[in-house]
């Protein structure tokens, strides 16, 4: 399985972006999509999850209100819809797919599918 991650770039405060993750190769059986991301000098973080049926979404509370995650079965990709961009937000974005339990959905090493990482940058 592989996962292609897109949409970063360079967006002023309070801009929106999207990024998306395309899956593609056989026997994709992750339970959970998520999206990490890694601000410079800080650990990697779970921004947003769902499910493979778009059911039981999770927000961390710094984007709760403003992000927005989605799946699209048909076409094996799952979305990030950012808006109310703040420079916080700056970081490398990572797509990810895996099935753990929920109390480890935090732990970046219970997600063993990654797609490479792709850089949004939010100006002030």
């Known amino acids: 399985v592989q996962l292609q991650a897109s949409g970063g770039g360079l967006v002023q405060a309070g801009g929106s972006l999207r990024l998306s993750c395309a899956a593609s190769g056989t026997s994709f059986s992750s339970r959970y999509m998520v999206w990490f991301r890694q601000r410079p000098g800080k650990e990697r973080e779970l921004v947003a999850s769902?499910?493979?049926?778009?059911?039981?979404?999770y927000y961390a509370d710094s984007v709760k209100g403003r992000f927005t995650i989605s799946i699209n079965n048909a076409k094996n990709t799952v979305y990030l819809q950012m808006n109310t961009l703040n420079p916080e937000d700056t970081a490398f974005y990572y797509c990810?797919?895996?099935?753990?339990?929920?109390?480890?959905?935090?732990?970046?090493?219970?997600?063993?599918?990654w797609g490479q990482g792709t850089l949004v940058t939010v100006s002030s």
């Open positions: 990810a797919a895996g099935s753990p339990i929920t109390s480890n959905r935090y732990n970046p090493s219970a997600y063993g599918y």
């Open positions: 769902i499910s493979r049926f778009g059911l039981n979404p």
